[in-house]
């Protein structure tokens, strides 16, 4: 079984100002992780993936991630936020075989100016 | 060109209806979902479908109940509608059934049961 933790509930940020979203998984087995990021009233789209290599991640909208096994974390940063970047942000996991991703309680970042 | 396309994007029914969502893809994938979010903004898996077969099965309500008409679309049944079926449902593809794959979402369906 696997699950995910995503650290905190609400991140407030000014504009310019760098973020990191926190996400921590657990896991009994290998397994693929993913960041999603949902717009207010839209699906979800994916920001990034860590399937195996080099385990800093670049993803769209400037965003990235790096894998860290021994800490299974899956910390989200980008250098500098846009007002645009107001959203949900979700870390998930999936599972190697039949793609079931699991996915955490999501993170709402809110830029102000 | 919408990739994913759910309808009813609103729903609003009666307890104890039985309603349908349907959803559509046009990217020409093999495996298609069914996502709940709830009121906190959870979202939890309950259906896969890949080329038509279910291969996930969540432990859900048989009160649910998905369809595949064709690898295209995936239909989500719901009799006997409760209160607690008042979710975003989200519709999602993806190229195949491997976890490697991203997975595409629509824009949801949004069901309040009064």
């Known amino acids: 079984a696997q699950s995910v933790t995503q650290l905190d509930s609400q991140v407030p940020v000014f504009e310019e100002a760098p973020v990191e979203l926190r996400c921590n998984y657990s896991?009994?087995?290998?397994?693929?992780l993913f960041w999603y990021v949902q717009y207010p009233n839209q699906g979800l789209q994916l920001l990034l993936k860590y399937l195996s290599g080099s385990t800093l991640v670049k993803g769209i909208n400037g965003f990235e991630a790096e894998f860290n096994k021994s800490q299974t974390s899956f910390h989200l940063r980008k250098p500098s936020v846009h007002i645009s970047d107001t959203a949900e942000y979700f870390c998930a996991v999936s599972d190697r075989s039949w793609g079931k991703l699991q996915f955490g309680a999501g993170t709402q970042v809110v830029v102000t100016p | 060109d919408t990739a994913v396309s759910q309808t009813p994007k609103y729903l609003v029914t009666q307890m104890g209806n039985d309603k349908s969502i349907k959803c559509e893809q046009n990217l020409g994938h093999d495996t298609m979902y069914w996502y709940k979010q709830d009121s906190k903004k959870f979202l939890k898996i309950m259906f896969s479908y890949n080329n038509k077969e279910l291969i996930i099965n969540e432990t859900v309500p048989n009160r649910f109940s998905p369809k595949s008409p064709d690898k295209a679309h995936l239909n989500l049944h719901i009799n006997s509608l409760e209160l607690g079926d008042s979710a975003v449902y989200f519709c999602?593809?993806?190229?195949?059934?491997?976890?490697?794959?991203?997975?595409?979402f629509g824009p949801g369906t949004r069901l309040t049961v009064t």
């Open positions: 999602a593809s993806s190229p195949g059934a491997s976890g490697t794959y991203e997975q595409y």
């Open positions: 896991s009994s087995v290998s397994v693929y």
